[in-house]
């Protein structure tokens, strides 16, 4: 299969639609996982394994599987303990630069404001798995919350006869303090409401496929979740500068998570975007999961698109909003200045996604589907409150009486209004002190 090369200018309302109005593909097991998330509500463990027998094919004993992790950890070969390490290390370094400082200041005479950030006390993490291996997802999902301080943080990951090792020595490195093999909606209902085995959380993190990502929506409002994530996406805009291979292998990449992984590459110069178009298509060919790959990049909401300038080129990854943005130009850093909404950016040509995937440090649990106009991916932030602090003196209080006063009567409150005029009525009783 060639891949084709489209003109950006050209495309109809219906291309368009395609390319924006990506969804994260949940209407079509919304109801049945509804049911799933209710018997669990309902019936805790006992739906819990019914569902693991019956999608997972696993007769489950003990659902708490926190030692099997540790001794994977102890006998995990010594290769892929070490890029665990590496990579939590990583990860673990960029997390503790977001803790954010408490923080208190007078901003007039008598007036003190500020901020104070604690911890949630419960999280859960959903950690892809089974049979395949996703020790980065444990990775991305657990650090941050360890790091901000979460005192347990839970992680659900779907069963096999035989959890891979992998996955569980990086949840055991990363730090969580119970793990659970379980997996898909059922995993998220018990996270969301707790079972006799599970403890139930406050907020709920991490990528999955529809059912889990349905399951999020559903028990959203009774815990709280980072978002609602789509398919893997991708966007790399390009120059002439570009090395086609290197712009390929990115879309290549991205593909590979699955046929609905929308990959897009736009450049202001149609040589550019040809050879890139026969890059992919060669690295298409050496690729295991080809049919995969091919089918992604065949998606209506994947293309390689010729744009009449660098600001059109701009200006369309600014509207997609892209998951993952790869930026291979001479001029990287004032593109990137021109752009507000992406999950994540890798700059230059030696910045594969895949390093943000696994080891540079930034978090890999990004909003996709256009959500990143609105919001960030996973963070310290995701797993801390914080809360305004505030101290009023006299005086200060006193400055501000006439337009407390003032606005609470127009509101109509007139004990709020007399809150104020009590402290401030001129009976020398301003600092609480009482005659005795």
Known sequence: MTIDVTELADLGPTDRRALFDRDAGIDAVRSDVSEIVDRVREEGDVAVREFTREFDGVDVGNLEI??????AYENLDGESLEAIETAAANVREF?????????????????????????????????????????SSAIM?????????????????????????????AIHAAGADAVYGVGGAQAIAALAYGTESITRVQKIVGPGSPWVTAAKAEVRGD?????????????????????????????????EHGETSPVVAVTDDRETAEAVAAAVDEQAGDREREA????????????????????????????????????????????????DSAGSVFLGPHTPVAAGDYASGTNHVLPTNGLPKVTGGLSVETFLRATTVQRLSAEGLEDLSGTITTLAEAEGLEAHAESVRIRTADDGSMDGDSAE
């Not at 999902?141 to 020595?169: K, Q, R, W, Y």
Request: no cysteine; hydrophobic share 45%.
């Open 95 to 135: 997390h503790e630069a977001q803790l954010p400082d408490d923080w208190r200041e007078e901003f007039s005479a008598g007036r003190e404001l500020g901020r104070r950030f604690r911890p949630i006390e419960r999280a859960g993490v959903y950690v892809p798995g089974g049979t395949a291996a996703y020790p």
């Open 292 to 339: 995969i790959v091919r089918d992604a990049l065949a998606n209506d909401a994947s293309g390689i698109f010729h744009t009449r300038s660098m600001s059109e080129a701009i200006l369309f990854t600014e509207e997609y909003a892209p998951e993952h943005l790869a930026i291979i130009a001479d001029d990287d850093e004032s593109i990137l200045e021109r752009i």
């Open 223 to 255: 815990v709280e979740i980072d978002f609602l994530a789509g398919p893997s996406e991708v966007v790399v805009i390009a120059d002439e500068t570009a090395n086609p291979a290197y712009v390929a292998a990115e879309l290549v990449a991205q593909a």
């Open 141 to 169: 999902g657990i650090v941050p919350a360890v790091v901000a301080g979460v005192e347990h943080v839970s992680v659900v990951t779907p069963p096999a006869d035989e959890v891979n090792p992998v996955t569980l020595a």
């Open 66 to 71: 926190t030692d099997e992790a540790e001794r």
